[in-house]
């Protein structure tokens, strides 16, 4: 696909997010809700985090929804739900009622929790099976296999620089800066030529990170595979359409909240540079022609870039990424290619 012809593709689905935005408002007021209440909850859930210990390999996360009452935490393997956390004053409960089926099938853990105090040894037993290494979640379907790279990659960006740490200058946002999430949208974009709105049933964002030293916010849309059926010409328009989203976010009345929520403590900029990238394993289909170039909503821009990695036993090996604001490490660049 040619540079004209991708860009034309990438305008024309801002173009169709911003239509749909703007028939179906609603979204506006919702979002202004959230915005205010998460930021006045964040010293809470840093507090109720405080109280535990993530236990790798299991992480936290929690939901926009659950930032709100700031109560329930979710843990994670692989990126998939196995548990749910609940802090209440002195006590931490745990439960796996809603994840029971899924935690067989998957992890052959048949170990059932109903709100146990944390402590307890049921709990520490639940906590040591997936120390252990359970099946991979790769067998039980393509949705949590994206699910397991989201979650590697995650941890890649969460490490501090280092010499174990394959792309420098890139964090991931997470709610009150501690827990993992999922940015959620009103749109339901997989297929951007069947896009539409679809209120509080939209997809999130696969991946939300901070990159560079003069920081810039980067929507990451993340895939499991990089093949003809799904390249990645077709994936960052993917990306386009929820970083374009973000831009109309961060252009309401909730804008400056927003701003803060994802993690910068300085005022909303005049002119925002967002940079949109689409994530995939390295291979033959590999396109670097969209890397660099941009595409303006008014004043602001939204910067393509492609980040295509290689793994081996989970463990992310090599990047290579037009991000320019971020900075491979010189230490592993290549060493696995």
């Known amino acids: ?28 007021d919702r979002y202004a809700h959230y915005g205010p209440i998460i930021l006045k909850n964040c010293d809470e859930i840093i507090s109720h985090k405080s109280k535990f210990r993530e236990w790798k390999p299991l992480h936290v996360y929690m939901t926009v929804g659950a930032a ?24 931490i409960n745990i439960s796996t009622i809603q994840h029971h089926k899924t935690n067989k099938r998957d992890f052959l853990c048949d170990i059932e929790l109903d709100w146990a105090d944390w402590k307890s040894k049921s709990a520490s037993k639940f906590r040591k099976h997936f120390s252990n290494n359970p099946i991979s979640s790769k ?57 539409k709105y679809a209120a509080a049933n939209g997809g999130g964002i696969d991946i939300l990170t901070r990159i560079g030293k003069a920081t810039k916010l980067c929507v990451m849309e993340v895939k499991d595979e990089n093949t003809p059926k799904e390249p990645p010409s077709k994936v960052i328009k993917q990306a386009v359409a929820y970083a374009t989203f973000v831009r109309e976010l961060l252009r309401s009345k909730s804008g400056n909240h927003w701003w803060k929520v ?26 670097y022609t969209f890397a660099g170039k941009h595409i303006c909503i008014e004043s602001d821009k939204l910067h393509l870039h492609h980040l295509y990695f290689k793994e081996a036993n989970g463990i992310v090996t090599d ?19």
């Open 139 to 195: 067998a039980s379907g393509k949705g949590n296999e994206e699910h397991r790279i989201e979650s590697m990659l995650l941890g890649e960006f969460s490490k501090k620089a280092g010499v174990d740490k394959a792309l420098w200058r890139i964090q991931p946002v997470k709610l009150a800066g501690i827990a993992r999430f999922q940015m959620p949208t009103p749109l339901s974009a997989s297929n951007v030529k069947e896009m």
């Open 319 to 337: 990047i290579e990424t037009s991000l320019r604001l971020c900075k491979i490490n010189p230490a592993i660049a290549g060493k696995n290619c």
């Open 1 to 28: 696909m040619t540079d004209d012809i991708l860009l034309r593709g990438c305008q024309t689905t801002v173009n169709d997010v911003r239509k749909l935005l703007l028939q179906d408002s609603e979204w506006i």
């Open 68 to 91: 709100k009452s700031n109560t329930q935490f979710s843990l994670r393997y692989l990126g998939q739900d196995v548990a749910k956390l609940r802090v209440n004053k002195e006590f």
């Open 262 to 287: 994802f993690g910068f403590k300085g005022e909303l900029p005049k002119s925002l540079n967002l940079y949109v990238a689409c994530v995939m394993p390295s291979s033959s289909q590999n396109d």
